[in-house]
């Protein structure tokens, strides 16, 4: 089965289960796990924070911090399609108590003027008990949902720029930041210098098992263990799968360019098949997402899972397909074969 339906399906390498079978543990619920404390480390670093936590998920993680910004009664304003808010299970409403206000992107990018526009004005008629104090901004980069899509560095800071205007907190859910940064050649630290903190993955296209890291100052990353712990998230000997982000880390990003390769591949190749629309341009890093006219998305896929590839639906019409580690250039040709059959009449 050539397995397209997300980059967290990829497995763990021969050379990173070494580096895990070999990981010094500890009790992470202690501060005790030596290989833990050093992904933390390691991730602050790259990141350019004082600190990081490691947590079992990118959705923990994101709620975490946007817990750790708010209090219950508050307002996050972040884009429509945005992961925080669509596909995390409504958390901000049952773990926060927070409610979400959407800026419709373009691409998943939205502007400053969206976002000064989001904010109540402080008009003195209007009394300043009444609206919900929008209290944090969140951004995605990549966008996953609009496809893997890059915010450039500088729409980042324009953004930014305006949420501190209106004294805003800054987080970036940056479970793809790796891919925005390899395809940008700017650094992490360079975009997330622009945030109070910042999220990223290593189970998605870095092909580590499991977790995420939550980066910022030392006492925001403080109070992110505080309901890290209430979240139930204390992993006690989490080394063992912390070597594997560990290892992925430093292995795996810089060969992340590959899967943006076979994802243009793919897409070019599908382009210009009847039955099938896709957007090149929004084809920027790992994701590509498709319209399909011939069929319906979910006989579409099913189709194709016979004659053995693997994608979502991503709607009635829409289907996604994702490029991973595990993926090679011939797996590449094979799912162009098996897509073109199966919109074929
Ligand atoms: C996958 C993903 C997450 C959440 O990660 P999980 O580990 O699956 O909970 C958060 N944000 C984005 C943009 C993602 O793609």
Redesign the pocket.
């Known amino acids: 089965m050539i397995d397209l339906r997300s980059d967290?399906i990829s497995r763990p390498t021969p050379a990173m289960r070494i580096a895990m079978a070999e990981a010094e543990v500890g009790d992470d619920v202690y501060s005790d796990d030596p290989t833990v404390k050093a992904l933390e480390a390691r991730v602050a670093e790259i990141l350019g924070k004082e600190d990081a936590v490691y947590v079992p998920?990118?959705?923990?993680s994101?709620q975490i911090a946007l817990r750790a910004h708010t209090e219950p009664g508050d307002a996050v304003l972040c884009e429509a399609g945005a992961?925080?808010y669509s596909v995390?299970g409504a958390s901000t409403a049952a773990l926060s108590g927070i409610t979400v206000r959407h800026l419709q992107g373009e691409r998943g990018i939205f502007t400053a003027a969206q976002v000064a526009a989001a904010v109540y004005p402080r008009h003195p008629f209007m009394p300043k008990s009444v609206p919900p104090p929008v209290k944090l901004l969140c951004l995605?980069n990549t966008h996953?949902l609009a496809g893997g899509t890059v915010w450039p560095l500088a729409a980042v800071a324009e953004v930014a720029t305006t949420a501190r205007e209106h004294g805003l907190a800054l987080h970036l859910?940056g479970?793809?930041l790796w891919h925005a940064a390899v395809v940008t050649g700017v650094p992490e630290s360079d975009f997330a210098a622009h945030f109070d903190s910042v999220?990223v993955?290593f189970?998605?296209g870095l092909g580590a098992p499991v977790g995420?890291a939550l980066a910022g100052t030392s006492d925001f990353v403080a109070r992110a263990r505080r309901f890290k712990q209430m979240f139930g998230g204390g992993f006690r000997q989490a080394g063992i799968i912390a070597a594997g982000a560990l290892y992925a880390v430093d292995n795996h990003r810089e060969r992340l360019a590959e899967d943006h390769t076979k994802a243009r591949t793919f897409a070019e190749g599908i382009a210009n098949t009847a039955g099938i629309e896709v957007d090149l341009e929004s084809v920027e890093t790992n994701i590509v997402r498709f319209g399909v006219t011939a069929l319906a998305a979910a006989d579409f896929t099913e189709r194709c899972h016979a004659a053995g590839v693997h994608m979502v639906p991503g709607g009635p019409d829409q289907v996604r397909a994702v490029m991973h580690l595990d993926i090679s250039t011939d797996d590449v040709e094979t799912a162009l074969d098996v897509v073109r059959g199966a919109v074929s009449p």
């Open positions: 967290t998920t990118g959705t923990m994101n992961h925080v995390e995605e996953n859910d479970a793809r999220s993955c189970s998605k995420s």
